[in-house]
């Protein structure tokens, strides 16, 4: 059968081929605007990535470093690992707990208040006065194995300052947390009854350092957090975290913060 140009049928076919490649076309456009580089990421998450640090005015002009936050929610909170702010202030003396914005030498400092705690997982959540840049949650879905993703913090702070850095790695394995303390003193009824039922945590391939603690952890494809830097593998004592790093770091998953969100009706 010979087919006429602008017949039914070669309409059908050419419409048919039209429409293919618009959607084609428009899903490629989709998974580009989706997927941003690197750069454009670290550029639009920095603004939300605070210094934590504690505040004694009688003591120094500059904050001392402790760890490393992120601002969700309303851009009133901040969240940070529990073991970052769990020293217990001095009552004698002025001394806060303090979020440092901005970068280099002359950063923003708010006051924070500490609102909720969890320290089975290592999460606390605080208060800022005045708002900030907030970061998107991820939803609770635990990431597979093998997934690319950085993470962006003040390693070393108490030393280099307030200047993020950025490092890449992917997730290794989704394993049970069973280091609830570096020794027994530091062990809560709390902690011990988390050997019994160890909770998951992400294990990475990527190398975290002393002031990473509390780094928001993103998927590569996203700038939405999936989790939250706690701590990393030590083999040869603390100063081995410095001069020679496992590259074995563990984040706590972000649902483990929800969980503690709802249940002090703070909205994220």
């Keep these: 059968m010979q087919i006429k140009k602008g017949s039914a049928v070669t309409d059908g076919y ?12 428009f899903t490629s456009m989709t998974s580009a605007q989706q997927t941003q580089s ?3 990421s670290i550029k639009q998450i920095k603004p939300s990535i605070v210094g934590i640090a504690i505040f004694t005015p009688l003591e120094s002009n500059a904050p001392q470093i402790l760890g490393t936050g992120f601002v969700v929610g309303n851009g ?4 940070t690992n529990y073991h970052v702010v769990s020293k217990e202030l001095d009552p004698t003396i002025v001394q806060n707990f303090v979020a440092l ?10 006051k924070m208040d500490i609102i909720a705690i969890d320290p089975v997982h290592d999460i606390a959540i605080l208060s800022i006065d005045t708002a900030l840049p907030a970061l998107k949650l991820a939803n609770d879905d635990l990431i597979d194995q093998g997934t690319s993703v950085f993470f962006t913090g003040f390693p070393i702070g108490a030393v280099l300052g307030l200047y993020p850095a950025t490092h890449q790695g992917i997730i290794a394995a989704i394993t049970p947390d069973v280091n609830p303390a570096s020794n027994a003193n530091q062990l809560t009824l709390q902690m011990l009854d988390r050997l ?7 294990q ?11 780094s928001p952890v993103f998927a590569s494809n996203s700038n939405d957090v999936i989790a939250i830097i706690n701590k990393v593998f030590v083999s040869q004592g ?3 975290a410095l001069t020679n790093p496992s590259g074995i770091s563990y984040a706590i998953p972000i649902r ?9 009706d703070i909205a994220l």
């Design 14 to 25: 050419w419409g048919s081929t039209i429409f293919a490649l618009l959607c084609l076309c």
């Design 38 to 40: 690197l750069p454009e």
């Design 76 to 79: 009133k909170y901040i969240v």
């Design 101 to 110: 914005s901005g970068t280099g030498q002359n950063p923003a400092i708010h």
């Design 196 to 202: 019994k039922t160890p909770f998951l945590v992400y």
């Design 204 to 214: 990475l391939d990527a190398t975290a350092y002393p002031g990473n603690s509390g």
């Design 238 to 240: 603390k100063e081995a």
């Design 256 to 264: 483990d913060l929800r969980k503690l969100a709802k249940g002090n």
